[in-house]
């Protein structure tokens, strides 16, 4: 196990810099001065001319590249006009809003769409299996921003049972994450559904079915353990689709998360901000795949670690 975690944790850094590279040529590639745009639109020549100095940007673009590296590898990520200064910190303090808005749609995600495909696939082709079949095209179909809306119109706004913006308490987080959750569960749902239906036809489950074992007690004893492979599969990787899909929902919601600093870093060009919280969406999307390893074997202690 020691060992796994070690070679996994090793290529963080190295993705980490290609990701950086990747940056750091997009951003040197857009149009315009950078210098100017960080000193103003009523800045003097002579003023930007100091602040091209200043941030470093009349030196070699190989220079360039080597001071941002240095910097980041101490935890300095350069100039923010946003924050004027490194972005960093400012970043670490939406991340805790990001986090629980996508840990609240995870754990939405597995207390519905597990029982949802077990119980279509238990009855399938009858009345449960249709009912859960056209609630996942539903939702397979909807935008969650869309769905976000009409959630607000109904719940906040007709009933007023429920905060439509905001972080400010436990119940301003159920719209957005039901928001967020919705297209996830209807994914996790369908390959349940199809998983369970595959491994009920295997051999070992007809051999529990003929030793006198209840369907029931085949699919919680045997069936359910084969199915969490593929589940914790698409749970590991949705989480990672979750950190960086939540852009749009945060923003509707007014959720202080890193989502939607995001979008404010993009619209006023603060390409130092945007790589910040690129680096964390990459970061916590490699921790969320080691992670997933790990329960791996958990799940199933026959598989051993390369």
């Known amino acids: 196990m020691i060992g796994f975690l070690a070679k996994r944790f090793a290529t963080i850094p190295l993705v980490v810099l290609g990701v950086v590279t990747i940056l750091f040529i997009i951003f040197k590639s857009v149009p315009g001065d950078e210098a100017a745009f960080v000193a103003g639109a009523t800045a003097t020549q002579a003023e930007i001319e100091a602040v091209r100095v200043q941030l470093g940007l009349d030196r070699p673009l190989l220079e360039q590249y080597a001071k941002h590296v240095s910097g980041l590898v101490v935890g300095d990520f350069g100039y923010s006009t946003t924050f004027r200064g490194n972005p960093l910190p400012h970043v670490l303090n939406r991340l805790p809003a990001t986090l629980a808005l996508a840990s609240a749609a995870i754990l939405l995600t597995i207390v519905v769409g597990i029982p949802a495909g077990v119980v279509a ?15 996942v095209v539903g939702l397979l179909a909807i935008p969650n921003f869309w769905l976000g809306m009409i959630l607000i119109a109904w719940l906040s706004v007709g009933l007023g049972v429920l905060p439509s913006f905001g972080a400010s308490g436990p119940a301003s987080l159920v719209i957005p994450t039901i928001a967020l959750a ?8 369908r390959m349940t559904r199809g998983v369970v239906i595959e491994e009920l036809r295997k051999d070992y489950v007809r051999t529990a079915r003929a030793k006198g074992l209840s369907k029931g007690l085949a699919l919680r004893r045997h069936v359910l353990r084969n199915v969490m ?20 929902i945060e923003r509707l919601f007014a959720w202080p998360g890193i989502g939607d600093l995001l979008l404010t870093a993009v619209s006023v060009r603060d390409y130092t901000l945007v ?3 690129v680096l ?13 390893e790990v329960i791996y074997r958990f799940v199933n202690p026959r598989l051993r670690y390369a």
């Open 121 to 135: 696939a238990a009855y399938r082709n009858r009345l449960p299996d249709y009912l859960i079949s056209l609630s």
């Open 182 to 189: 919705a297209r996830l569960i209807a994914l996790l749902a």
């Open 229 to 248: 492979i593929p589940t914790v599969t698409v749970i590991g990787l949705q989480a990672g689709y979750l950190l960086g899909g939540s852009v749009v």
């Open 275 to 277: 790589q910040a919280i």
């Open 280 to 292: 964390i969406f990459v970061v916590s999307f490699l921790v969320i795949n080691i992670a997933v």
